[in-house]
């Protein structure tokens, strides 16, 4: 135990709720012995033992500062295009979820489904270890690229012809709230499930999706604090342990998709991946 | 038409673009706000449809790719791939349908909706088929309720319902480009251009039909209809939606029978029929939904050389000019009571007018009310139960209660088994109620309001039925028991005061028992699919209550034989036409293959043992049994349904001249047949 508390400085990428929200969880996860402030980014940056960046925006502020710093609540990929070579000081916990366990979840809920789409615009990070994975599984991964040729009306409809599921990657371009109408319309006209990235695309449509909650990448968090704070070491980047699985029943049923439990799928996932 | 068309396109993409112009942004695509960005709920539970094992009744559906496999180009045609549905023509412009039962040519007991809208209208309660806003290519998906459905399809929902739902415009279509060409004078035109936006959706569709009817030497049944329609979808916000949809048919059709210049002279018949509706959805943050729906209906008509006398020579011919009309409010809720218990639940308003000079003494009208639930209940995985009812005030006095409950128990999740027990009511139309026509003025016969005042038909089905999935394979099946209560026909001696000048008006005659199994099939495969249907069904009826002349010597047709005559004068003829008002066996079998990667070949096979409507008395001939075979070839290019792709296709229909004949009440009609014709279709999309 060190004589004098641990500072830590949660710098939040903005004040809207989902920060804030993760802000506080990590605040009542973390035991009572660490100085914890949080600030936003542009405000002043206090001296502190380790930073805590909190999405995008504030891990590119801190990857110029050179201090020890934990990233969370942003992608893999977006770690990746920091380019600050992650060190016991430098790590991150990604919000986004290992293909594995994308794969494992589609083959629990849809064991049928032998061809995957993939709809993108900009080529996504994760299409090289989902064509690797998909190729050791004999899946058939279709991938169709949004552009001016391929618009989204028709790029989509090819796509759906040849699809058992589509599995939605990141992509801010092709899945935005004004599109997502359309881009579910299409999907539920075409019979093919979606497969989301949050329990907001489940809300709006998507068959399901595989997340982590604030609460579990808190938890993750405050663990490796600890561990900092205790050896002087941040763990190495990494997904977060524990998710959390979606399912919309109403879809699932109208769609002829068997119905399973979240707890039984969550199982199932863990055994797969 | 065309000129109209390019403005409204350009206006309304220029609405479109001011909407959209500030959606894509420069935004970097690598940052958490995939994982968490809001989305409004767009599957909502009224858009989710209620999965074939899930349901309380029977249903067929009628999808795009069926619609477009066999060939039909009218609305009404589809309904053969129903198993056991009826498709009758008083004349090609005026067909109608029904499903199991009693019915005459004013078919008058299914419910029938386009998009939500009731389009069943008085004073017959009939469906103009040739007169809807309707254009087939736009139609996404129909939906046939074989039975008794009121508590989710309201009022009228008693042999079945026709559920019609168009394309909506936020379906990403490409606009389209479609002519038709063949014999008998088939010439359609249809035109359709939209967009679909961040907040605002349409689609405009306009159609020209024409053809010269069947049999236009005997029965000028030409018709020729001009559709323009309009559906668009206006986004507020996350959960709030707008719906607005216009619809107009300007029709000419023709009328008269050959050889009867004094009674149905050779003429053309103009009629309008249009309807505009609104609807306001809103989704509630549990993910509840409200839709608050307005529609109008109009429909007029006018038959400028109606005979209107020929008690006299020469006859005397007038105008006769018809008009009704319809209004409903609605107010519709889902609501999830509990995980596993969800509740359709909501109440409305209509208001329904008619007005035809030459067969009422007055305007009539009725204001009718309803309020309705319908309950589904999931209390273990494997177990569905379906409860609900619908309670209704007719306006003319029938206050009505139509419950229906049904238990799904899925055996396995691909197999399910279904009990279930549904009843509807049918309230009088307005035509049973209030006609009043001298003989030889409008009908031969003479008509007067009922003696005795009419009763609501009640009908109760008792069903088994089975849906099965085998991979490819979906079967469906289903046994049934249907009672119906005080059907209502024709009195033909209602007034006895006068038996020189008989008078007939309805009256509640007889109960009837349904009795039949329908099975349907479809299977898949990667180049093609089988739909198969086959129904075998049973009528039978008893008096409810007698004829006012029970006994009846007076020769109805001169052509009668005494075997008839004495059937007549015992008036057994009501039974014995209930009877013959189903095919026995009646089956289909829709084929579609694709024969390479562009050419599509299929065929429908349509076939129907003898028939008789109930209004096409013993004197007559049947409609006899029926092998009808049509053709489809289509040459496709570029991607389907895409810009710069499309399909040309050559349909043949009654390929081997089977020659089965139709529905005809007078003996004019009788032996006309279905020739076959054969004509090509182009479809292009821009």
Known sequence: MHANPTRITLVLSDNTAAYQELGSEIRSTLAKEFELSVISVGEDLADADLYVAVGMKAAEVLSLRGKPTLNVLLPRAGFEKLRRVPSSSYSAIFMDQPVQRQLALIASLLPNATSIGVLYDTLPTELDSLRKLAGIKHLNLHEQQVNKQHPLAGALSALLQESDVLLVLPDNKVYRSDTIRNILLETYRAQVPMVGLSANYVRAGALCAIYSTPQQIAYQAAEAIEEFAETGRLPAPQYTKEFEISVNTQVARSLGVPVKDAVQLRVEVRRHQ | MYRDLIFIRSLLSAVLISISSSAFSAEENITEQSYLQEFPVVLTASRLSQPLSDSPNSMTIIDRQMI?????????????????????????????????????????????????????????????????????????????????????????????????????????????????????????????????????????????????????????????????????????????????????????????????????????????????????????????????????????????????????????????????????????????????????????????????????????????????????????????????????????????????????????????????????????????????????????????????????????????????????????????????????????????????????????????????????????????????????????????????????????????????????????????????????????????????????????YYFRDAVRVTDVYSALPAESMMHRIDFRLAKKFGKEERPGGGEVAVILQNAFQDNYTGYGNIAQMANLLFKRRAYLTANVYF
């Open chain 2, 68 to 604: 477009r496999s066999s060939g039909f180009r009218s609305v009404v045609d589809l309904f053969r791939l129903v198993p056991g549905m009826y498709v009758g023509n008083a004349g090609a412009n005026q067909p109608f349908v029904s499903l199991n039962g009693v019915t005459d040519q004013y078919s008058r007991r299914m419910q029938v909706l386009v998009d939500g809208r009731s389009v069943y209208l008085p004073p017959f309660g009939g469906v103009d088929w040739s007169g809807l806003p309707l254009l087939v290519e736009g139609i996404e998906r129909i939906e046939v309720v074989r039975g008794p459905s009121a508590a989710s399809h309201g009022t009228n929902s008693f042999y079945g319902v026709i559920n019609i739902i168009t394309k909506d415009p936020s379906f990403l279509e490409s606009d389209r480009l479609s002519v038709s060409q063949g014999e008998m004078g088939i010439s359609n035109i249809s035109a359709q251009q939209g967009g679909a936006g961040e907040r605002f959706d349409y689609r405009l569709s306009y159609a020209y039909r024409a053809d010269d009817g069947d049999n236009p030497e005997v029965l000028n049944d030409s018709s020729t209809n001009r559709i323009l329609t309009m559906r668009s979808n206006f986004r507020v916000n996350f959960s709030d939606t707008f719906e607005f949809q216009l619809g107009l048919n300007a029709g000419e059709s023709g009328r008269g029978t050959k050889g009867q210049p004094e009674k149905d002279i050779f003429r053309t018949i103009e009629s309008k029929n249009e309807f505009q509706m609104v609807a306001w959805r809103h989704t509630w943050d549990s993910g509840d939904e409200s839709k608050l729906s307005y529609y109008r209906i109009n429909r007029n008509s006018t038959d400028p050389m109606k005979a209107v006398d020929w008690n006299v020579i020469p006859t005397v011919f007038g105008t006769d000019y018809s008009s009704s009309s319809r209004q409903d409010i609605e107010i519709q809720n889902t609501t999830q009571l509990w995980k596993e218990n969800r509740i359709v639940w909501g109440g409305g308003f209509r208001y329904d007018f008619a007005e035809q000079p030459l067969i009422f003494t007055s305007t009539h009208s009725l204001n009718q009310s309803r309020v309705f639930a319908h309950d589904e209940w999931r209390p273990m995985e494997s177990t569905v139960i379906n409860i609900g009812t619908m309670f209704e005030d007719d306006g003319a006095g029938h206050k009505n209660n139509s419950p229906r409950v049904s238990v799904n128990y899925h055996i396995q999740p691909q197999h399910t088994l279904r009990a279930s027990y549904g009843t509807a009511t049918r309230n009088p139309v307005m035509s049973e109620m209030y006609l009043t026509t001298a003989a030889n003025k409008y009908w031969s016969r003479a008509y007067v309001p009922p003696i005795n005042e009419l009763r609501p038909e009640k009908i109760a089905t008792r069903e088994i039925g089975y849906v099965g999935n085998f991979g490819q394979l979906n079967l469906d099946g289903r046994i049934y028991y249907e009672t119906v209560r005080d059907i209502i026909g024709l009195d033909f001696y209602a007034d006895l005061s006068n038996l020189a000048d008989p008078k007939s008006s309805f009256k509640n005659l007889t109960d009837g028992t349904f009795k039949g199994v329908e099975i349907s099939a479809d299977y898949r495969w990667e180049s093609g699919r089988v739909n198969l249907n086959y129904a075998r069904q049973q009528a039978s009826c008893r008096f409810s209550s007698y004829p006012t002349q029970y006994f009846n010597a007076l020769q109805i047709s001169a052509s009668q034989t005494l075997a008839q005559m004495l059937g007549q004068a015992y008036q057994s003829d009501y039974l014995a036409l209930c009877s013959a008002s189903v095919p026995v066996n009646s089956a289909n079998i829709l084929l579609s293959q694709g024969l390479s990667e562009t050419v599509d070949f299929s065929t429908g």
